[in-house]
């Protein structure tokens, strides 16, 4: 009597698992973008990463000390996690090819409002982390 309730159990996880797991990705797949993705690059002028920082709201409540932009179509940068990109070690995948990325960082002490950023801009292959086939998490610490 107490095996049917097991199995029970276990197609029940499976089932949530299944109905739950895509709209992780989705969201973390959406937070990817917003957080990372700028193409074609805005035309801010020369204050380009103060500005996308505060519209992506990356500025409040705490501000991200850094965050990089890639430009580059979502289609290419979706890529990475299949022809496009090689594993890279760690649940990770490298591009073959170069993007254009900016990478913002947080100058100046404080943590509050008005934040200042400076600008980095250069071309180099992307390291992402992929789930379900497309990009999760952008590993800005290979610049």
Known sequence: MRMPFK??????????????????YSSNYGTFFRQ??????????????????????MTRPI???????????KRNIDK??????Q??????????NPFLVITCKHRGSSNCPPCRYSE???SRLIVVRCAGGRPVYFDETQI
């Open 7 to 24: 199995v029970y159990e276990l197609a029940r996880f499976f089932f949530l698992a299944l109905v739950l797991l895509p709209g992780a």
């Open 36 to 57: 990372h993705y700028n193409n074609p690059k805005s035309n801010i002028g020369n204050c380009y990463c103060d500005t996308m920082m505060q519209r992506r709201g």
């Open 80 to 85: 990475v996690c299949g022809s496009g990109g």
């Open 120 to 122: 980095n801009t250069s």
């Open 87 to 96: 594993p890279y070690g760690n649940g990770l995948r490298r591009s073959h």
């Open 63 to 73: 501000l991200k000390d850094k965050n990089s932009f890639i430009h580059g179509t």
